[in-house]
């Protein structure tokens, strides 16, 4: 049986317009609530008794064309550090969530540590162990462990990240049912073969949204690293403002990480969406 | 007597595909409709338009004298007075049983705690679940949780009570028990419409059959007709291939 042949009767004819206006009522509310409180918010920062100081040191054309090249440099800089550090806190994160759900009386050690570097990593802010490992490390003088900041600055990101990342991938882990190892079991499949093609491929599709969220994250982080005086963007707008007292700078940086950020959260969103479709039917 | 729930020239479509072709049906109070037809004859499909789960493509449906296919029409309003069970159950796994049975009241009819609490217990012994309602779904029978799905719709005293399927998950032993909570409630004069696979319970409970082919309601008639003396092909092949004997 097919479409063809029919005609929508008249009282369908009509239910059709009325939806049609109820759609165009809301497309109409929604634009009409959006126009106003943008144009509420706007005022409110236009009308407050500070704007024309604070156009003057944020807003400035000039000197926001002056400080963009240095800018620019740096936020490559921030680019480069984001690009190795998440393949290697996701191979870490892997390996420690991996390690925290074996079984094995063999491994307990290892167990050991990993919630030791999960407790520990997670607990000290961000901030501190970029400092911890900046400015200790090189004070060890260990032969053949780079003295660059930006690398130093880097290993700290992926160890932090490494730790939360680990037990966002361990709940995805612990969220495939056992039945599921049941039957990988039962087919005769190793516990590290029913992990590796049965536990693991679930369990990371579930919690992906929620990992991509800290890789938006740890975007945004690598502006820690300039704490240490390494020339990345936020540190280059820093240096730009102590010179001639205008902050537009710090408004180009932001720019910069926003126009990174938003294509990543756009594209979770996305991810999570077709995921959800492909396991539950589209309907 | 105006009739509950008037159907007439339903149509719903997937894309291409016609799931409901002009079905009309009449629901008086007091009545229990069996829907019966083989997978895929637009059973469920036509519970879901029922109650506004499913946008239709054509035709009217009307609710208690007033037209509820009218996209106007505010969905909720309509939901508060139709109950319904589902094949898979799909009670709250986060509540236990009893919460399942008092969120409606409380949430969306306005019932105080206590008062929604004390009809559920009193629904919940009526059906034999009395000592489960401090347990939380997961740790029940597959009938004792279809039970607790029944009690969950009729805590909020709906007009009209929708079956879709309701023991099609069930263990053979386990449908007697549900089933026969289904046959008290019509006894007590609920009015059901419900899709089925269980050919004697439809026999003996219903006021009204109808046999559901490819979209379309091929027969109706009471079950004394439908079962003993069916008029078309179709039903009659339907019939021999699921009555044993």
Wanted: charged share 20%; net charge neutral.
């Amino acid at each position: 049986m097919s479409a063809v042949g029919w005609t929508p009767s008249e009282r369908e004819q009509e239910r059709a317009r009325a939806r049609r206006s109820i759609r165009r009522r809301g497309v109409l509310l929604a634009t009409a609530a959006t126009v106003v409180v943008l144009g509420l918010l706007v005022v409110g920062i236009v009308a407050s008794p500070g704007w024309d100081r604070f156009r003057e040191t944020f807003l400035s054309w000039p000197h926001a064309k002056e400080a963009f090249p240095d800018i620019a440099k740096g936020f490559w800089l921030n680019v480069k550090m984001f690009l190795v550090a998440e393949p290697l806190i996701l191979l870490l994160g892997g390996a420690v969530a991996i390690v925290r759900s074996t079984v094995s009386p063999l491994l307990t050690p290892v167990r050991v540590l990993a919630v030791l570097y999960t407790d520990f990593f997670r607990g000290v802010p961000t901030i501190l162990v970029v400092f911890l490992f900046a400015f200790g490390i090189p004070a060890l003088r260990l032969q053949g462990v780079p003295n660059d900041l930006a690398v130093l600055g880097t290993a700290a990101l992926v160890l932090s990240y490494g730790a939360y990342v680990a037990e966002v991938i361990r709940a995805g882990i612990e969220s495939v049912h056992p039945s599921q190892v049941a039957s990988a079991e039962a087919l005769g499949l190793s516990r590290a073969q029913a992990m590796r093609f049965v536990v693991l491929p679930q369990g990371v599709r579930r919690v992906t949204p929620p990992l991509m969220n800290d890789f938006v994250s740890l975007q945004k982080d690598t502006a820690l690293v300039g704490a240490v005086g390494v020339f990345e963007s936020l540190f280059a707008a820093q240096d730009y403002g102590n010179y001639t007292f205008n902050y537009t700078p710090y408004l180009v940086t932001a720019a910069f990480f926003v126009a990174l950020t938003i294509p990543l959260a756009r594209f979770t969103d996305w991810m999570g969406r077709r995921m959800m479709e492909r396991e539950r039917g589209s309907r | 007597m105006s009739a509950l729930l008037e159907v007439t020239g339903l149509r719903k479509s997937y894309g291409d595909k016609v799931v409901l072709d002009d079905v009309s049906l009449t629901v008086q109070p007091h009545d229990v409709i069996c829907l019966i037809g083989s997978s895929g004859s637009g059973k469920s499909t036509l519970l879901r338009c029922l109650n506004l789960l499913e946008d239709i493509d054509d035709g009217v449906i009307r609710f208690e004298d007033a037209e509820i296919s009218d996209p106007r029409v505010d969905a909720r309003a309509v939901r508060k007075r139709i109950g319904m069970v589902f094949q898979a159950y799909n009670l709250f796994p986060h509540l236990t049983v009893l919460d399942n049975c008092t969120l409606a009241p409380r949430q969306v009819h306005g019932v105080r705690r206590a008062e929604a609490e004390a009809r559920a217990q009193e629904l919940l012994e009526r059906f034999g679940l009395a000592d489960q309602a401090a347990k939380h779904p997961d740790k029940l029978s597959g009938g004792q949780q279809q039970r607790a799905a029944l009690v969950r719709a009729l805590c909020t005293h709906p007009t009209l009570l929708l079956l879709d399927e309701i023991t099609a998950a069930l263990d053979p032993e386990l449908v007697g028990e549900v089933l026969e909570i289904v046959r008290a409630e019509a006894e007590r004069g609920m009015t059901m419409v419900l899709a089925t696979h269980e050919m004697a319970f439809a026999r003996d409970v219903a006021t009204t059959v109808c046999f559901l082919d490819q979209g379309r309601i091929l027969e109706q008639g009471p079950p004394a007709e439908i079962f003993s003396n069916p008029r078309e092909e179709r039903t009659r092949h339907f019939l021999r291939r699921v009555l044993p004997g």
